[in-house]
């Protein structure tokens, strides 16, 4: 009984060390466009001539981040298209000499999907200092792991979609997962290896418990007044 408890105090303090890790990946994912310039999902790196219709100005890189798109003018400042953080996405129209593509909010509205992961994240971190594994725990873990995968996929299906967008303007090859497209992935990762062990080990202790030892003891033989033996 001891070395199974020693084992689940041990199996929370490794999920704690990837939960911990993994809350601040995916903190600094939701955070995002504008307040982390770096922090996009999408990149593209636009050429002399293709402008932003919205901006109106000549743009040299378009970035795409879960609250709002940044772009670098060739004058080399920075601005923000989106001018308040809203969870209905946000669009923006794109054109060169000849061309205009719209990416509409449909397409972004689901990035906050991040915000679920990394709010999910940090109650499964809480739930690791109990030092057991709890319905809690396991609930808080794997709806983390769902929603970072969630959010992965979302910021996939967005890279592929401004991928097709940018190939009508002449810019696919110009069009890079960017920095929170990585470390989503990497915030997935570390959510499966720190959940593994919990959901093994809640498996493990949901089958020990069911598990009924019977112990018969040993019989004696008691033989009565005519000779007969009795079992007692």
Known sequence: MVTLVNMEHRTCYLAALFFFVAFI???????????????????????????????????????????????????GTSQCGASAVSIKGYSVIVSNQTDTVDIVASWTRGLTLHVVAAIATFLALLFCFFRRISVFLLASSVTACLSAIASFVVDAILYVYIKSQMTDLGFSANTKPSHAFWITLASVILLLVGGGPLWLGGCWRSLANQKVIVEVPRERVVKGSAGIPWLC
Do not use: K
């Open 25 to 75: 990946l995916l903190t600094l994912t939701a955070i995002s466009l504008p307040a982390i310039s770096g922090m996009d999902i999408t990149r593209v790196n636009m050429g002399i001539g293709t402008t932003l219709t919205a901006a109106n100005e000549t743009v040299t890189q378009l970035r795409f981040g879960i609250w709002a798109y940044c772009y670098d003018l060739s004058s």
